[in-house]
Nanobody, 120 residues
Framework: QVHLVESGGGLVQPGGSLRLSCAASGSIFSINAMGWYRQAPGKERELVAT???????NYADSVKGRFTISRDAAKNTVYLQMNSLKPEDTAVYYC??????????????WGQGTQVTVSS
């Protein structure tokens, strides 16, 4: 079992910045990738950014150049630095874990989500 704790959401004005964090804990053997997805009201959940254990990052076109994903391997934590936020970035942001958990099974887990609201 893996537990994901997300933090850093909130209300910000257009053009502002927020930093999301997601810490994974539990019976983790190895992490293949962690990432962030978001779901706006009335829309499907979509990928925002992912990062692999080799630090290969992937971004949605809508956030390229504005968002940066990074990780602290020692803390099993992934971060999402969000700059130049727009009202269309408003959504619930979910952290996702993909890796191997004890006793050596591949699993995926989702966090409970953190609200990001961009509004003046």
């Amino acid at each position: 079992q893996v537990h994901l704790v997300e933090s850093g959401g909130g209300l910000v004005q257009p053009g502002g910045s927020l930093r999301l964090s997601c810490a994974a804990s539990g019976s983790i053997f190895s992490i293949n990738a962690m990432g962030w997805y978001r779901q706006a009201p009335g829309k499907e959940r979509e990928l925002v950014a992912t990062i692999t254990s080799s630090n290969s990052a992937n971004y949605a076109d809508s956030v390229k150049g504005r968002f940066t994903i990074s990780r602290d391997a020692a803390k099993n934590t992934v971060y999402l630095q969000m700059n130049s936020l727009k009202p269309e970035d408003t959504a619930v942001y979910y952290c996702k874990f993909a890796g191997v958990v004890l006793p050596l099974a591949s699993r995926e887990y989702w966090g409970q989500g953190t609200q990001v609201t961009v509004s003046s």
